[in-house]
């Protein structure tokens, strides 16, 4: 069993959430990081917290050269919630929600003679543009991670 990776959540403009103005935004500004268990070198950093990453799990350090488990997993091995994650980020569905609300809002506040769901079915479905548009990424890596979980369940009936 190898020993998983360190994961620390940084937030450092935390205070800023506090003061009036612009500065106020810096908040959002975070990362988490990502260390080896044995050295404590950082191999990876993220901007955005949660996210899915596909791979082998398995992760050389360059440091130390020590094998441990990096929190990467292929497709098959992950849950529902995972996969549907790696194809709908976050920001994604927060935009198709945006649309989705000033879709349903349009039929409340218009006179009812000139909005219908037709309305809605449209305005939601552009709202799903970007998630559209970013699924080829996701897709092909989906495709590479299953390539590799049946080339190593080959190497591991042999």
């Not at 190898?2 to 937030?11: K, M, S, Y």
């Not at 935009?95 to 409340?108: D, E, K, N, P, R």
Request: hydrophobic fraction near 40%; proline fraction near 7%.
């Amino acid at each position: 069993m190898l020993r998983r990776a360190i994961r620390e959540d940084r937030n450092p403009f935390s205070i800023f959430g506090f003061t009036p103005g612009f500065q106020r935004l810096l908040i959002f500004v975070r990362w988490t990081s990502y260390k080896c268990p044995h050295c404590g070198h950082v191999f990876r950093r993220d901007f955005w917290p949660g996210s899915v990453r596909l791979g082998s799990g398995q992760r050389t350090c360059q440091e130390c050269g020590t094998l441990f488990d990096d929190g990467s997993r292929e497709w098959p091995e992950l849950a529902f919630e995972s996969k549907l994650r790696l194809f709908l980020p976050p920001l994604a569905i927060g935009i198709w929600c945006g649309f989705l609300a000033a879709a349903v809002a349009s039929l409340y506040i218009g006179p009812r003679d000139e909005h219908s769901w037709g309305v809605v079915f449209f305005v939601s479905a552009v709202g799903l543009m970007p998630a559209i548009a970013w699924s080829p990424v996701p897709l092909t890596r989906m495709i590479y991670s299953i390539h590799r979980y049946k080339a190593r369940g080959d190497r591991d009936a042999r």
